[in-house]
């Protein structure tokens, strides 16, 4: 069974940083592209950011970047971490965490997790 699990989501201000996590479980995903996806009411989900399975290379949707870092836990292999900062009432969304493909190059992704809601306050 292969699952993707987010957390860390929450409230936060305008201006605001939060970090939200994703563990994966089930099969080994040191070979998978790692990525977050994200999408607001009555919004389709648009890509947020990904990383390549060597951790070679990063790769961020044109609204997110310099203020969002995606990373691997190096330690912890199936841990995937989305660094958000100076945060915006428009990106309250729920956030999804997703594994392979190549979404950078419009490749979706195989795995999907259920998401996890942030929300900024204005």
């Known amino acids: 069974q292969v699952q993707l699990v987010e957390s860390g989501g929450g409230l936060v201000q305008a201006g605001g940083s939060l970090r939200i996590s994703c563990a994966a479980s089930?099969?080994?995903?040191?070979?998978?592209?790692r990525a977050w996806f994200r999408q607001a009411p009555g919004n389709e989900r648009e890509f947020v950011a990904a990383?390549?399975?060597?951790?070679?290379?990063?790769?961020y949707g044109d609204y997110v970047k310099g203020r969002f870092t995606i990373s691997r836990d190096n330690a912890k292999i199936r841990m995937v971490y989305l660094q958000m900062n100076s945060l915006k009432p428009k990106e309250t969304a729920v956030y999804y965490c997703?594994?392979?493909?190549?979404?950078?190059?419009?490749?979706?992704?195989?795995?999907w997790g259920q998401g996890t809601q942030v929300t900024v306050s204005s």
């Open positions: 990383i390549s399975w060597n951790d070679e290379n990063t790769y």
């Open positions: 997703a594994a392979g493909g190549a979404p950078w190059v419009g490749r979706s992704p195989r795995y």
């Open positions: 089930g099969r080994t995903f040191t070979s998978y592209p």
